[in-house]
C-alpha cells in the first residue's frame, strides 16, 4: 500500500484500529483452539448456537460449545490419534461439523474438508493426497457411498458425526458421535502446544479443471482474520447471525470463527428455510455470496410483478426517484465510481439534486422499503459479500432500501479476506479497501511490473492471511507465490486513489474476440441479469467475431409476458396453434434480444465488443446438483462450456 498517499493510510490505519479496539482482543493466543476457552470464559450462559434444522436439533451456550469442543479432542486422542494426525472431515453445516473441525485442531491434529456433497472420487483423492489416517464422515449414507473407494488408504479409525450405530464390517474401527463423546467424558484432554505457523487445515480448491489443488493454511492465517475483521463490521455479544455458506469453505469457516469470537448467537440454515428464518431470527448479521442477495432480489422484483399495474407504475416512480436521489448523493460525497474524483461544484450540485429528489425516496421508504425490509427481519446492522463481485443493480437496490451491505474480496489461498468496505466508506461497486497488514497492487499481466493507481491489471496480495502453499505441489506454489510474498490471484482489477480496489475478472475468464478485443464477461453477465427475462446467463465467445451468451430465461417472468400478449408458453414443443409459443419462437427471442440489448448498453463503460450477438435459452439452471455452479455458486465456466460445446459451436457456425 506504499503507493498510497501518508494521508490515506493514516486516516485507514486509525479508523481500522478504532473498530478493532472495540472488539473482544484475541492478540496473545497463537493456536485457534485457544479462541473457545477464551470466549467461555468471556460469554459463559450466552447462547453460542442454535441448528434447528439439523437432526438432533441442538442449542448450545459458550460454555458448552466449549466442553463439547474439549471432549471431542480428549475421544479422539483416547482413541490413539497422535497430534499431527490428518484427519479427513467430510459433512456439511450443523453444529457438530463445528465441534469436529475444532476438536480437530484441539487434539493437535490437522483436517482436510470438504463437503459430503462433493463426487466420492474426489473425496478419496483428497483422503488420500492429505495422507489422512482418520476420517469423519457426516453418516452413514455417505460412509456407504465412499467405502468402496477407500481400499488402500491408510485409515486407522472412522467417525460417524450422526448417531447411527457404526458400521461393523467397516475395515477399521468406527465410532459414532455419541460414543466418541462419551468416550471423551472418560478421559482428560492432553493440551498439545502449537504454533502460529502449524498447519490447521487443508482446504481443497474447487477443482473446475484437474485435480483440485489442497490449500495449507496455518493457524496465523485464520487468526489474521479473527484478529482484524473488526476493522470491516463490530458485533455486540448476542447480536444474532444467520449461517447459510458452507463451513467447510474458507469464507464462511472464517467468518463463523470470528462472529463466535465476539460472542454472536448463529442459527443454522439452509436455502429451503431462509426465508422463514430471516423473519423468525430477524439476523443483525449475514454472510452470503452475490447469489444469495440476487434470490432476495428476484424475490422482491417477483412480488412487484405480482401487484396491480397501477400500483407497479406508482413502485417504479418511486424507485426512479430514489435511484436518482441515491446516486446524487453517492457524488456529493464522494462515494461514485463513475465519478471518482469529481471537482468541489459538482459535488455541490448533486448535493442540491439529491435533496430535490429526497422527498420522492421519503415517500418510497414510507410505502414500500419499510415493508420489503421486513423480508430480512428488518433489523439487519450488515449482509456482508463475498466470493465475487457484486453486481451494480444488486448495490443500487439494497442501498435504497436501507440494508448496508458491505462488500469483500478474498480467495481461499488468503483464508480469505483481503479487502473489505467499511460502513464509514462504503464505496459502491469496489471490493473495499485491504483489511489491517494486507498489502495490494496492481501489475501488468504479462511482465508483473506494477502499475500506476487506476489503471487496470492483475491483482498482487501479500499479508499475514497468504497461505503458506499448495499442499505436496511445489510447482504450483512458485507459480503463485514469489519470494517476496506476492500472491498471483488470478484477478483483474484496479485500485482508487483511497485504496479500495475494484474488480473486473478473472484473467483466466478474459474472452478474446477475434479483433483483438479482451471481454471480462462478469460485468456484462451482472449487468444482462437485471431483466426481469434472464435469471442466469454465461458468456462465450473466445477467439469468435462477437460475444454469445447461454441464458437459463426466469420461466415465471417469461410465462406473465406471454399471458399479457394473448400467448401461451410451451415449454415441451407439443402443442400446435398459434396462442402456443416455444423459446425458439421469434417472438421470443425478439424479446430477448432487445432485453440484451438494453441491459448491455445502459451499462456504465458500455463499448461496441460488449454487444452480445447469438444466444441460445436453455432450460436446465446452473446450481451445484448438475456440476455447473461450484459450492459457493460461481459458475463453472469450462465445465459449463463442455456440456453445451456442440450449442456453442453451433451458435457461431
Not at 490437522?110 to 459430503?116: E, H, I
Not at 463490521?233 to 469470537?261: C, I, K, M, N
Not at 487496470?456 to 517476496?484: F, S
Amino acid at each position: 500500500m506504499s503507493q498510497f498517499a501518508p494521508a490515506v493510510l493514516r486516516t485507514l490505519e486509525t479508523r481500522d484500529r478504532a473498530g478493532i479496539k472495540s472488539l473482544r482482543d484475541y492478540s496473545q493466543i497463537r493456536s485457534l483452539p485457544e479462541v473457545w476457552p477464551l470466549a467461555a470464559e468471556r460469554y459463559g450462559e450466552s447462547l453460542a448456537l442454535h441448528d434447528p434444522h439439523n437432526s438432533p436439533q441442538a442449542t448450545l451456550t459458550y460454555r458448552q460449545l466449549a466442553t463439547a469442543i474439549a471432549t471431542f479432542a480428549t475421544g479422539l486422542q483416547s482413541l490413539g490419534v497422535a497430534p499431527r494426525s490428518a484427519v479427513a472431515l467430510f459433512a456439511d453445516n450443523s453444529h457438530r461439523w463445528l465441534i469436529a473441525d475444532q476438536g480437530i485442531m484441539t487434539a493437535g491434529c490437522l483436517d482436510a474438508v470438504r463437503s459430503a456433497q462433493a463426487d466420492g472420487e474426489e473425496l478419496r483423492y483428497i483422503a488420500e493426497h492429505s495422507g489422512s489416517t482418520v476420517l469423519v464422515v457426516q453418516d452413514l449414507k455417505l460412509w456407504q457411498r465412499l467405502q468402496g473407494r477407500l481400499k488402500g488408504l491408510p485409515f486407522q479409525l472412522g467417525v460417524v458425526l450422526s448417531d447411527e450405530l457404526p458400521p461393523v464390517d467397516a475395515p477399521f474401527k468406527m465410532v459414532n458421535f455419541f460414543q466418541l463423546m462419551e468416550l471423551g467424558q472418560q478421559g482428560s484432554l492432553k493440551p498439545v502446544p502449537q504454533q502460529p505457523s502449524d498447519l490447521a487445515t487443508l482446504i481443497y480448491t474447487s477443482g473446475t479443471t484437474g485435480k483440485p489443488k489442497g490449500v495449507m493454511i496455518s493457524h496465523q492465517n485464520l487468526l489474521h482474520q479473527i484478529q482484524t475483521l473488526g476493522a470491516v463490521v463490530q458485533p455486540a455479544v448476542g447480536d444474532r447471525v444467520l449461517g447459510l455458506l458452507p463451513t467447510w469453505h474458507t469464507f464462511g469457516r472464517t467468518a463463523e470463527y470470528f462472529l463466535y469470537s465476539q460472542g454472536c448467537t448463529q442459527t443454522y440454515t439452509n436455502i429451503r428455510t431462509i426465508k422463514a428464518d430471516f423473519k423468525a431470527v430477524k439476523p443483525h448479521f449475514m454472510v452470503g455470496v452475490p447469489r444469495l442477495w440476487e434470490s432476495i432480489y428476484e424475490g422482491v422484483q417477483k412480488q412487484f410483478r405480482e401487484q396491480p399495474a397501477s400500483k407497479q407504475r406508482l413502485i417504479n416512480t418511486l424507485m426512479w426517484f430514489s435511484t436518482k436521489y441515491v446516486q446524487n448523493r453517492r457524488t456529493a460525497h464522494s462515494l461514485s465510481l463513475d465519478h471518482p474524483n469529481a471537482a468541489p461544484l459538482r459535488c455541490f450540485g448533486s448535493r442540491l439534486l439529491s435533496w430535490g429528489f429526497l422527498p420522492g425516496h421519503l415517500l418510497g421508504e414510507k410505502l414500500v422499503y419499510s415493508k420489503v425490509r421486513e423480508a430480512t427481519g428488518g433489523c439487519v446492522k450488515a449482509l456482508v459479500s463475498g466470493g465475487g463481485s457484486l453486481a451494480r443493480h444488486l448495490d443500487l437496490f439494497f442501498e435504497i432500501i436501507n440494508v448496508p451491505v458491505l462488500v469483500g474480496y478474498g480467495l481461499t489461498e488468503t483464508a480469505p479476506v483481503l479487502s473489505a468496505r467499511r460502513q464509514w466508506r462504503n464505496l459502491r461497486g469496489a471490493s473495499g479497501q485491504p483489511i489491517p497488514g494486507t498489502e495490494l497492487r496492481i501489475v501488468d499481466p504479462e511482465t508483473h511490473t506494477p502499475l500506476p493507481l487506476g489503471q487496470k491489471g492483475l491483482v498482487m496480495a501479500r499479508g499475514p492471511q497468504v497461505m503458506t502453499g499448495y499442499y505436496k505441489n511445489p510447482e504450483a506454489t512458485a507459480k503463485a507465490l514469489d519470494p517476496e510474498g506476492w500472491f498471483d490471484t488470478g484477478d483483474l482489477g484496479w485500485l482508487t486513489r483511497d485504496a479500495n480496489i475494484v474488480l473486473t475478472g478473472r484473467a483466466k475468464d478474459t474472452i478474446v474476440l477475434t479483433n483483438g478485443e479482451n471481454i471480462e464477461p462478469q460485468p456484462i453477465e451482472d449487468a444482462c441479469v437485471r431483466s426481469a427475462y434472464v435469471d442466469q446467463i454465461m458468456l462465450v465467445g473466445q477467439d469468435q467475431r462477437s460475444l454469445g451468451a447461454l441464458i437459463v430465461p426466469n420461466l415465471d417472468a417469461l410465462e406473465k409476458w406471454a399471458a399479457s400478449q394473448g400467448l401461451r408458453l410451451d415449454l415441451t414443443g407439443s402443442e400446435s396453434s398459434d396462442q402456443a409459443v416455444t423459446l425458439t419462437d421469434d417472438r421470443i427471442q425478439k424479446l430477448f434480444r432487445t432485453e440484451l440489448n438494453q441491459q448491455v448498453k445502459d451499462r456504465p463503460g458500455y463499448r461496441p465488443d460488449d454487444r452480445i450477438g447469438p444466444f441460445r435459452l436453455i432450460l436446465e439452471p446452473f446450481s451445484i446438483e448438475n456440476g455447473l455452479l461450484t459450492q459457493t455458486l460461481k459458475i463453472r465456466r469450462p465445465v459449463v462450456q463442455e456440456r453445451y460445446r456442440d450449442m456453442i459451436d453451433g451458435m457461431f457456425a
